[in-house]
């Protein structure tokens, strides 16, 4: 079984980065999203802050590199690249599953990257659904302490996992589940989609059972049955996969609909962000943080000077769109009428 886990995970970054896997005939919905430009804004550049708040801590950014990927060979460069540029750049840094890390001990220092960034949040990943397959609290509580993660986020998959080589079906029950694991584990719980998206609804349900954040990861970017069906020899789960290559909720009305239902637990926007004028869109419809995956898996290949530009482009991008409607600060973003919705 080990095998196949670390197989499967170096197959993921070799399809992700080579493979067209965004969903088909669904968008994000941020072409729909505008700001109206303010020509007179007020303000000076180099005074706005990009500073914001997650988990009730300030950070220098509202930037999150969102899970992707461990538990294989080149998994641990890439890790690597990202947790040295994450100390300099103060971004969150979210590592992918770590069902790997417990039942296997190769490629374990994939996962283990605090030596690289001391001082920068790292959230540790567990399929939920591992919840109803032999993974408690303990379990949670290795993961936690053999990242030195300071929270742990369980991410939903449930299309995935009907396309993937014996994926794991049963997501019966999980709710109590999750509820009694933020009682026990010790560390803020978060809950993401891994690009479906999450609606108000379910996320004021899992907000009610003790999650501390929401990662909306709405559709629109990485369709992770696209992904799957590029690993499947089995022609009718290719072809459904195909099918389902636009499902989701687009992660603009993610965003909005959470917002919406939930007012004080931190939102994380991802899913199809590429930009810091995409980021810009999110938080003023009501994010918190913005995760960025896909979009600089390929510099995270190659180096972490690569990976420093396109943080900083990003840097950049997003206070360019605050300059540009007068926005000193991101509370000022969060607040600012200046943007519209075309639904």
């Not at 994380?268 to 918190?288: E, F, H, N, Q, R």
């Not at 300059?323 to 991101?330: E, P």
């Amino acid at each position: 079984m080990t095998d196949s886990i670390h197989t499967r995970k170096a197959e993921h970054i070799e399809i992700t980065l080579n493979e067209k896997v965004t969903g088909t005939n669904i968008s994000t919905g941020l072409e729909k999203v505008q700001f109206i430009h303010n020509a007179l804004p007020e303000i000076d550049f180099n005074e706005i802050s990009i500073e914001s708040k997650f988990l009730n801590e300030q950070r220098p950014t509202p930037f999150v590199i969102s899970s992707m990927t461990g538990g294989a060979a080149f998994a641990e460069t890439i890790n690597r690249n990202l947790a040295i540029a994450a100390e300099e750049k103060g971004w969150i840094l979210a590592l992918g599953s770590m069902r790997a890390l417990i039942e296997s001990e190769e490629h374990r220092s994939s996962f283990q990257v605090r030596q690289y960034a001391p001082n920068v949040p790292i959230i540790a990943n567990l399929g939920a659904v591992q919840l109803n397959y032999g993974f408690g609290v303990e379990q949670c509580k290795q993961i936690i302490e053999m990242t030195d993660a300071n929270a742990l986020v369980l991410h939903l998959n449930t299309i995935q996992e009907v396309i993937q080589p014996n994926g794991d079906l049963n997501f019966k029950d999980l709710l109590l589940k999750i509820e009694q694991l933020t009682k026990e584990l010790g560390v803020p719980i978060g809950v993401k989609e891994v690009g479906w998206g999450i609606d108000g609804n379910t996320a004021k349900k899992l907000c009610d059972a003790g999650i501390s954040f929401v990662d909306v990861a709405g559709a629109g970017g990485t369709s992770w049955s696209q992904v799957e069906k590029f690993r499947s020899n089995d022609p009718v789960k290719r072809a459904a996969a195909e099918t389902f290559s636009g499902w989701g909720n687009p992660t603009v009305d993610c965003v909005i609909g959470v917002r919406e239902q939930v007012a004080n637990t931190s939102i994380v926007a991802s899913g199809g962000m590429y930009t810091g004028l995409d980021a810009a869109k999110t938080i003023a419809l009501g994010a918190d943080m913005v995760g960025f995956g896909r979009s600089i898996l390929k510099e995270a290949t190659l180096s972490v000077e690569d990976v420093m530009t396109v943080m900083e482009t990003k840097e950049l991008e997003l206070r360019m769109a605050m300059f540009g409607i007068g926005a000193k600060d991101i509370q000022t973003l969060q607040a600012t009428d200046r943007v519209v919705y075309h639904r």
